[in-house]
């Protein structure tokens, strides 16, 4: 028996982990796993190159509960510690066995998968206990089994003890203000968060299964039911595996284990799997987005040698694919020594950018191999398409050959594709090609109509981050421009070199602009007289593209230096001057009904934009059926 003081750099650094090292008591338990698992691996690693000359078998970790002693066991079948290793690993703090080993084995060891970062993971335990019992033999032979005891005082107690099996047992003596963990539902709580896919079979208790009934049995033959230990966790997940090892079956499966509480299936997975430059493996979903930005975010779980470390994965996943859910496994990933935050490092932003690039790869490899398929679930991951155009150049690099334009007759296209079906009408007297787009197909029908009856195409894209992707293509595609179906006269949208005929001279126009004017009396509406066609309609409010188009990317997020100021309801009214009506108008010389002529036309024309409301609809309703008397 030996007794002495824990190499520690302060007096009191058991307060100081309990206090400041870890910002949640509850992960105790992951990094005592965690270490099991390190010891478990390593000793399966030395079977392999034959350095342990023993049996590895088929080993497990044991949680155990004992409420009437209070105390918590987290007991491993790994390689287990001599008398000299305790001194060295469990009293020289912060010396860390993993690194030592992969120092010492780094180029047999690569895949063998220790987790240990940290040699302070031990002492987590003191957060929740007053007392910790280690009881370790370790697979060397002729090594005695040792006791180590400690109460959360720098001094300690090590001596000799009886144990008949390889590996090591940590008794936890739960102190009185954490006695919550003296509770199964507590512990299977935190093993199914943060071990639920550990990489060696974790039992906590037993459970009943019944045994299948043999062939030929009698019908009232019972069958048998016998005890067998719980296993918690499925240590081999399907990120682990390799693509062609699944099925698509596969991957729905362990969508749902992810996701137990999610009952549709995801549209497609993209597995990832890179060990240079850096280590990584996982697996993406695309579930069902439509148009929904604010859905929950956070859904991605981050994993270190298959233990779980958080789901708030900023920086690692692009913003884009926040809205996704999966794993994402590496050993790579830097973090801060409680595993709590990411620190800023150069690998990150590597492994981003692994990341969007393979995204950007399986998206073009979708859209070849079924392009029927990819266009059917395109309303579901539109949204996460434009916004990776939006805000990751890499992507927005390759987006042409996998981001869709439909349009409102339900075709789909390429951006190659949508230009040269487009140019040759869509092309205004300045050269320019003008994409037509409409952002709700029921409430801009006429104005679709109208283009429709030019022969023009018209997109419907109708993601809330659209102005932002139209201002990312203008600015980046060559002679394009796009263009609201609903922002003009569709004359006005792609003005042509064609001959203007006009029924009214210039003092008839001014006469019929000021008349309209004093008549609506409305500064929000901008009357300008057009000669149109004479079938088309006498009145059409149309909304400014830019006005329009800065407050939908106000109300998304941006609109640069206008972003903070509201911005007024403006309209333009535009008059037909050619039709019958304007000419009406003009010989009516009862001010009063002239007025009524013109503000009823008005009305028609807000009704046509959704904009009649309220006592104006009341008041055009009552006087629409006084009409008909």
């Given at each position: 028996?030996?007794?002495g003081?824990?190499?520690v750099?302060?007096?009191?650094?058991?307060?100081?982990i309990?206090k400041?090292?870890y910002?949640?008591?509850e992960i105790?338990?992951?990094e005592?796993i965690s270490?099991?698992?390190?010891?478990?691996t390593?000793?399966k690693?030395?079977?392999v190159?034959?350095?342990?000359?023993?049996?590895?078998?088929?080993?497990i970790i044991?949680?155990?509960?004992?409420?009437?002693?209070?105390t918590?066991?987290?007991k491993d079948?790994g390689?287990?510690m001599?008398?000299?290793?305790?001194e060295?690993?469990?009293?020289?703090?912060?010396f860390?066995?993993?690194?030592?080993?992969?120092?010492?084995?780094?180029?047999?060891?690569?895949?063998?998968?220790i987790?240990g970062?940290f040699?302070?993971?031990?002492?987590s335990a003191f957060m929740?206990?007053e007392k910790v019992?280690i009881?370790?033999?370790s697979?060397?032979?002729d090594?005695k089994?040792?006791?180590?005891?400690?109460?959360?005082?720098?001094e300690?107690?090590?001596e000799?003890?009886?144990k008949?099996?390889?590996g090591?047992?940590i008794v936890l003596?739960?102190?009185?203000d954490?006695l919550?963990?003296?509770?199964?539902?507590?512990?299977?709580?935190?093993l199914?968060k943060y071990?639920k896919f550990?990489?060696?079979?974790i039992?906590?208790?037993t459970?009943?299964?019944t045994l299948?009934?043999?062939?030929?049995?009698?019908?009232d033959?019972?069958p048998?039911s016998?005890e067998?230990?719980?296993?918690?966790?499925n240590?081999n997940?399907a990120?682990t595996k390799a693509?062609?090892?699944?099925?698509a079956?596969?991957?729905n499966?362990?969508?749902?284990?992810?996701?137990p509480?999610?009952?549709?299936?995801?549209?497609?997975?993209?597995?990832?799997?890179v060990?240079?430059?850096f280590?990584?493996?996982?697996?993406l979903f695309?579930p069902k987005?439509?148009?929904?930005l604010?859905?929950e975010?956070d859904?991605?779980q981050l994993?270190?040698n298959q233990?779980y470390v958080t789901d708030?994965?900023?920086?690692?996943v692009?913003?884009f694919l926040?809205?996704?859910?999966?794993?994402?496994d590496?050993?790579?990933?830097?973090?801060?020594?409680?595993r709590?935050y990411?620190q800023a490092?150069g690998?990150?932003?590597k492994i981003s950018?692994y990341i969007?690039?393979k995204v950007a790869?399986?998206m073009?490899s979708?859209?070849n191999e079924?392009r029927?398929?990819?266009?059917?679930?395109?309303?579901?991951i539109k949204?996460?398409?434009?916004?990776g155009?939006?805000?990751?150049?890499k992507?927005y690099e390759?987006?042409?050959?996998f981001?869709?334009?439909?349009?409102?007759?339900?075709q789909?296209?390429l951006?190659n594709?949508l230009?040269?079906k487009?140019k040759?009408?869509?092309?205004?007297k300045?050269?320019?090609t003008?994409?037509?787009?409409?952002?709700?197909?029921d409430?801009q029908h006429?104005y679709?109509?109208?283009?429709?009856?030019?022969?023009?195409?018209?997109?419907?894209?109708d993601s809330?981050i659209?102005?932002?992707l139209?201002?990312?293509?203008?600015?980046?595609?060559?002679?394009?421009?796009?263009?609201r179906?609903?922002?003009?006269?569709?004359?006005?949208?792609?003005?042509?070199?064609?001959?203007?005929?006009?029924?009214?001279?210039d003092?008839?126009?001014?006469?019929?602009?000021k008349e309209i004017?004093e008549s609506?009396?409305?500064?929000k509406f901008?009357?300008?007289?057009e000669?149109?066609?004479?079938?088309?309609?006498?009145?059409t409010l149309?909304?400014?593209?830019?006005?329009?188009?800065?407050?939908d990317?106000q109300?998304?997020?941006g609109g640069?230096m206008?972003a903070?100021?509201?911005?007024?309801?403006m309209?333009?009214?535009?008059?037909?001057?050619?039709?019958?009506f304007?000419g009406e108008?003009?010989?009516k010389e009862?001010a009063?009904?002239?007025?009524?002529?013109?503000?009823?036309?008005?009305?028609?024309?807000k009704?046509?934009?959704n904009l009649?409301?309220?006592?104006?609809?009341t008041?055009?309703?009552?006087?629409?059926?006084?009409?008909l008397?």
């Amino acid at each position: 028996m030996s007794t002495g003081s824990i190499n520690v750099s302060v007096e009191n650094i058991f307060p100081l982990i309990k206090k400041f090292l870890y910002s949640d008591h509850e992960i105790f338990l992951r990094e005592l796993i965690s270490n099991a698992t390190d010891a478990t691996t390593k000793l399966k690693h030395l079977t392999v190159i034959g350095e342990a000359k023993v049996d590895y078998g088929n080993p497990i970790i044991e949680v155990k509960i004992d409420k009437e002693a209070k105390t918590l066991t987290i007991k491993d079948q790994g390689l287990g510690m001599t008398g000299e290793e305790v001194e060295k690993y469990i009293n020289q703090v912060a010396f860390s066995g993993a690194e030592e080993f992969l120092e010492k084995y780094k180029d047999s060891a690569k895949d063998a998968g220790i987790i240990g970062h940290f040699g302070l993971g031990f002492y987590s335990a003191f957060m929740v206990a007053e007392k910790v019992e280690i009881f370790t033999k370790s697979y060397k032979e002729d090594n005695k089994a040792v006791r180590w005891i400690c109460d959360g005082s720098p001094e300690y107690t090590l001596e000799e003890t009886e144990k008949s099996d390889r590996g090591t047992e940590i008794v936890l003596h739960i102190a009185e203000d954490s006695l919550e963990f003296l509770e199964e539902s507590k512990i299977r709580e935190l093993l199914t968060k943060y071990n639920k896919f550990n990489q060696i079979p974790i039992k906590f208790g037993t459970k009943t299964e019944t045994l299948p009934l043999p062939e030929g049995s009698a019908e009232d033959a019972k069958p048998e039911s016998v005890e067998v230990d719980n296993i918690i966790n499925n240590p081999n997940p399907a990120w682990t595996k390799a693509p062609s090892e699944l099925k698509a079956e596969d991957y729905n499966n362990f969508y749902r284990e992810l996701y137990p509480m999610q009952f549709e299936d995801p549209l497609f997975h993209i597995h990832l799997n890179v060990d240079y430059p850096f280590n990584l493996t996982g697996v993406l979903f695309f579930p069902k987005l439509a148009n929904n930005l604010n859905i929950e975010k956070d859904k991605i779980q981050l994993y270190q040698n298959q233990v779980y470390v958080t789901d708030e994965v900023k920086g690692i996943v692009p913003d884009f694919l926040m809205l996704l859910r999966g794993v994402i496994d590496s050993p790579d990933i830097p973090l801060n020594v409680s595993r709590s935050y990411l620190q800023a490092d150069g690998a990150v932003k590597k492994i981003s950018s692994y990341i969007t690039k393979k995204v950007a790869d399986k998206m073009v490899s979708l859209f070849n191999e079924n392009r029927e398929d990819y266009e059917k679930k395109w309303n579901d991951i539109k949204i996460v398409i434009e916004y990776g155009m939006i805000s990751e150049d890499k992507f927005y690099e390759k987006s042409d050959k996998f981001a869709l334009y439909p349009t409102t007759e339900g075709q789909y296209y390429l951006w190659n594709e949508l230009v040269e079906k487009i140019k040759p009408t869509q092309t205004d007297k300045d050269g320019k090609t003008v994409i037509l787009y409409a952002t709700n197909a029921d409430e801009q029908h006429s104005y679709i109509s109208s283009a429709r009856d030019k022969g023009y195409e018209v997109l419907l894209l109708d993601s809330p981050i659209v102005p932002h992707l139209i201002q990312k293509l203008e600015s980046s595609k060559e002679n394009v421009s796009f263009a609201r179906v609903d922002a003009d006269h569709i004359n006005n949208l792609i003005k042509k070199d064609e001959p203007v005929i006009s029924k009214l001279n210039d003092t008839d126009k001014e006469t019929l602009k000021k008349e309209i004017e004093e008549s609506i009396n409305d500064t929000k509406f901008t009357v300008q007289l057009e000669d149109l066609d004479s079938t088309d309609a006498p009145f059409t409010l149309t909304q400014p593209e830019f006005i329009r188009r800065m407050k939908d990317m106000q109300a998304t997020g941006g609109g640069g230096m206008f972003a903070m100021g509201g911005f007024p309801e403006m309209y333009n009214l535009v008059v037909n001057s050619n039709s019958d009506f304007a000419g009406e108008l003009l010989k009516k010389e009862n001010a009063e009904e002239k007025s009524a002529m013109i503000n009823q036309a008005l009305d028609l024309a807000k009704l046509s934009q959704n904009l009649l409301k309220g006592k104006e609809l009341t008041d055009f309703i009552k006087r629409s059926f006084e009409s008909l008397k």
